[in-house]
């Protein structure tokens, strides 16, 4: 599929099912901890600044925000989750609103689940994969700020992430950076491949 990544805009944002779009376009969701990268993944992916605002406060993005690609395709920015500040019910209002969409919305095709190449992942790093595993639904991990790490050590980092998820050797691990754009062509490879 041709793909002109150059057109693209945040569509809309939604807390709910009858918010989503109503049509067939394949999405593809993203999904990790607050200030993981999952913004500037967007902004890097689509050759964009600002597009999927940046933030240095984590937990400000509470609705799952769609952005149109070309028409073709849409990035679902889902709202990074371990931020410890929100309160119990947030929390719970939040984890109805993420297994909805991802375990009912047939637009799906894949998660790509962030991680930070520089640290193990946390309990609900692990807990979002057993979650993707569970219900099968296609995973692609991106371990993001690849260039904090010196490149000798890339191949540790990754090894101690695999083993703390129990990763799945059939699906795919890219080591990224928004800053150096490391892994973006793998990562597009790897999405087109899913939808
Ligand atoms: N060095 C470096 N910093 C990054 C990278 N990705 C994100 N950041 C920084 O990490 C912070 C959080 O990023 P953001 O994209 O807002 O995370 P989000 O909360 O997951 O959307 C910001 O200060 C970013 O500039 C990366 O690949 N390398
Ligand atoms: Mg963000």
Redesign the pocket.
């Known amino acids: 599929m041709e793909i002109n990544i150059h057109n693209a805009e945040i569509l809309l944002s939604a807390a709910n099912k009858s918010h989503y779009p109503q049509d067939e376009l394949p999405e593809i969701a ?1 999904a ?13 992916m689509l050759n964009r600044k600002n597009l ?5 406060k ?4 509470q609705l799952l925000n769609f952005f149109n690609i070309d028409d073709k395709m849409r990035f679902v ?1 889902v709202p ?1 989750y371990g931020y410890a500040r929100v309160s119990k019910k947030e929390r719970e209002k939040w984890g109805r609103m993420i297994e909805e969409y991802l375990t009912t919305r047939e637009n799906l095709r894949a998660v790509v689940s ?1 991680v930070d190449l520089r640290h193990d992942p946390s309990a609900d790093d692990v807990q979002m994969y057993e979650f993707l595993k569970y219900y099968e639904i296609p995973v692609i991990i991106v371990a ?5 790490i010196p490149r000798g050590k890339w191949n540790k980092h990754e090894s101690a992430i695999k083993k703390k998820l129990n990763f799945d050797p059939s699906d795919d691990f890219i080591l ?5 754009k ?1 892994g973006m062509e793998k990562a597009w490879d790897a999405i087109l491949e899913k939808i």
Request: no cysteine; proline share 3%; glycine share 14%.
């Open positions: 993203l990790g901890r607050s200030n993981v990268g999952k913004s500037s993944f967007i902004n890097t999927a605002r940046t933030s240095g984590p937990g400000k993005t920015d990074g962030l993001t700020k690849a260039d904090k990224f950076s928004s800053v150096s490391e």
